[in-house]
């Protein structure tokens, strides 16, 4: 598909809540209890709230004054992840040919690239504004960049926030809500990507993996199990139990697709990065397909420690996974993740 490397993933929350903490807050509105009892189930400890409602209730706030505060909150999150990804990549802001953007929670013209002049990006970088497409927005946004990257021989630079703590809805809370409110935390991820060759000038020869290749799927038949739309109070999130079974059943078809299209065994993969979409999903991917430990604990370990951070959230796992356990050249590893629509999507690195 591409000839481009990622160099660099970061990841960044805002100060994390405990869930018990957060379970105490809604304890006496109606539907506190459903909750609490959610919120025991959930293997979720912490999450990142830009908005602490522990501190400022946002419960009763305008669809504006959310969205306000969610594009502030957004960006100053986005620029530390930028900051932190163009550093360990040992690239300066001028040398930037792309920045994107995309996030599902925070909209606005200008949004997230508004960052452009402030992180010191040339006044002539190109922008990429990304719209919502929830969990798994990651994995096209990162095949985008590559593609732009293979043809401009440049490098770009992935910027993805969503915040939900703006967004908490008010009571009553039935199960569905319980799960929306306890399941998505806040985050933002950043991703920098170069040409494929080391020897291009002006970029520097740092290690990193290439993607190859993406794949995605969309099961139309559960188009209403998960969806993202904008109300009165702010972002409205539809989240049917039924989802779990459904990413189970639909997330091997592109991997299997994208792995025989490259010749690639699926027991030669040495590590895959699954989008930690909450317990129940991990479990049944895990059931269906059998994934190694190290790449289960990731995702799990990065769910208990922050939520659902949606787009951010699988690149938090991969950049995780990559820092334990490093591609060696010719290896392979996959991204996984799911979202609205229902889609899944597969992502093939390859270390170079």
């Known amino acids: 598909m591409s000839d481009a490397r990622i160099v660099a993933v970061t990841f960044r929350s805002p100060p994390l809540v405990k869930m018990e903490e957060f379970a105490n807050l809604v304890a006496a509105d109606p539907g506190g209890d459903t909750v609490a009892q959610v919120i025991r189930n959930s293997a979720i400890t912490t999450k990142g709230m830009a908005v602490n409602a522990l501190l400022e209730d946002p419960r009763r706030w305008t669809t504006r004054r959310r969205m306000d505060r969610s594009l502030a909150e957004a960006r100053r999150l986005g620029r530390d992840a930028v900051t932190a990804a163009l550093a360990e990549a ?7 040919g792309l920045f994107a953007t995309v996030t599902t929670t925070t909209h606005s013209a200008p949004g997230l690239d508004a960052l452009a002049p402030g992180l010191g990006l040339r006044p002539d970088v190109e922008m990429l504004s990304l719209g919502p497409m929830g969990c798994y927005a990651a994995v096209p946004a990162v095949s985008a960049c590559a593609n732009w990257v293979a043809v401009k021989r440049r490098p770009a630079v992935l910027l993805a ?38 020897d291009v000038p002006g970029v520097p020869g740092v290690p990193g993996v290439e993607v190859v290749d993406a794949e995605q799927l969309t099961a139309p038949a559960h188009v209403d199990d998960l969806q993202v739309h904008m109300g009165d109070s702010g972002l409205r999130i539809r989240l049917k139990p039924s989802m779990p079974d459904v990413v189970a059943s639909s997330i091997a078809i592109p991997a299997r697709a994208l792995l025989a299209r490259h010749r690639v065994r699926w027991a030669d993969v040495a590590w895959w990065a699954v989008h930690p979409g909450g ?6 991917v895990d059931e269906a397909l059998g994934l190694p430990e190290q790449s289960m604990a990731a995702a799990r370990e990065v769910m208990r420690e922050y939520g659902n951070t949606a787009a951010p959230a699988v690149l938090g796992v991969l950049r995780r996974l990559w820092a334990e ?15 609205p629509g229902a889609t899944v999507w597969a992502l093939l690195l390859r270390g170079t």
Do not use: K, N
Request: hydrophobic share 45%; proline share 11%.
């Open 279 to 284: 317990r129940r999903i991990l479990d049944r």
């Open 90 to 96: 040992g690239l300066r802001p001028a040398d930037v």
């Open 161 to 198: 926030v969503d915040l939900f703590s703006p967004h908490v809805q008010p009571p009553p809370y039935d199960m569905e809500q319980a799960v929306v409110l306890t399941l998505f935390g806040d985050g933002a991820a950043a991703v920098v990507l170069l040409p494929g060759e080391a």
């Open 325 to 339: 356990r490093p591609l060696a050249a010719g290896e392979h590893g996959v991204v996984l993740a799911c979202g």
